[in-house]
């Protein structure tokens, strides 16, 4: 079984940049693909950016197109979201998410990880 923990995550003026991490633990990534997933107050947890467990493949949601980079360190056993131009409504909880896999398909959907993270908080101010 995998832990995984968020971090990086704070305040930040709009057009600011952020750089979250995800550090696992209990097992290596380097045979899970990992996600990203944000949750709003009162909405429901969407995929922001996802990646293959070999690196090979990404997806990014519409909204973050351009603006966020995910990417994977397996010999840091870390996946990181690069956040650039933010915009107040990135603000919301970001979370990782992991399902052991050597697929090419992107995983999107939130009911296909099974391990996630505690989440770590994303406040962008106007």
């Known amino acids: 079984q995998v832990q995984l923990v968020e971090s990086g995550g704070g305040l930040v003026q709009a057009g600011g940049s952020l750089r979250l991490s995800c550090a696992a633990s209990g097992r290596t990534l380097s045979s899970y693909a990992t996600g990203w997933f944000r949750q709003a107050p009162g909405k429901e947890r969407d995929v922001v950016a996802t990646?293959?467990?070999?690196?090979?493949?990404?997806y990014y949601a519409d909204r973050v197109k351009g603006r966020f980079t995910i990417s994977r360190d397996n010999a840091k056993n870390t996946v990181y979201l690069r956040m650039n131009s933010l915009k107040p409504e990135d603000t919301a909880v970001y979370y990782c998410?992991?399902?052991?896999?050597?697929?090419?398909?992107?995983?999107?959907?939130?009911?296909?990880?099974?391990?996630w993270g505690q989440g770590t908080q994303v406040t962008v101010s106007s």
């Open positions: 998410a992991a399902r052991r896999t050597q697929s090419e398909v992107v995983l999107i959907s939130v009911w296909e990880y099974d391990y």
């Open positions: 990646i293959t467990w070999s690196g090979g493949r990404t």
